[in-house]
């Protein structure tokens, strides 16, 4: 089973642990891995549609793992019960779904060791999200996989841990502006350059343009100078 790039990179993220749940198993890819590799002991992987459900018990089966996969039909962690996993992955669901999410079963959420959260799209939503609401960050990454940018949070809760950002740090992970890599370069110039093709496309003379054309540009000014740092 050759997995992406993308899906590899979620799999070094988890720490070896007891039990884990996939949230939106799709395919069961993952929880399949855990369990080849010795990551995991047990694995519940969930999803919200039957058909998902039903390639993963098919795929779990052929690589002779399927004792080990407890498959739940489901949305979110509705299917998990209290102190019951280690660790939760949440991987291509958008920003604003893995928060809501995590807030709908905030008790399950404090009584695991850590979560790995990969959105697909708005992560800038989940990362304020996470800042602001007493998560602990234990770290960031990102990845390029087929042309497209991936950000993934690697989180704990604890009380109290708020931390207030200004909006650009939402969208440009402060914790990875530390590790200045290579692809995080690519991903800021990426920004910049769809920034100039909105920019070049708003010819309105209206205030609301105006505005907007103001924060393009005054955004564009703050990742330029992000990129002097690499």
Known sequence: MELSKRLNWILEKVDKCETIIDVGTDHGYIPIKLIKDNIASRVIASDIN???????????????VIEKVDLRLGGGLKTLKSKEVQGIIIAGMGGN?????????????????YLVLQPAQNPEVLREYLYTHEYE???????????????LFKVKYKKNNITKLEDVFYEISPVMLKKRTETLKSYIEDKVEKNNKIL????????????????????????????EDF
Not at 50 to 64: H, T
Not at 101 to 110: F, G, H, Q, R, S
């Open 50 to 64: 039957k058909e998902p459900l039903e390639k993963a018990r098919i795929n779990a089966s052929l690589d002779g």
């Open 97 to 113: 779904l893995i928060r809501d999410i995590l807030e709908a079963d905030l008790d399950k959420v404090k009584d695991v060791d």
């Open 137 to 151: 960050i234990i770290d960031e990454d990102i990845c390029l996989d087929e042309g497209k940018y991936y950000e």
């Open 200 to 227: 070049n496309f708003i010819n309105d003379d209206t205030e609301h343009a105006k505005e907007r054309k103001k924060q393009l540009i005054r955004k564009n000014e703050i990742l330029e100078k992000f990129l």
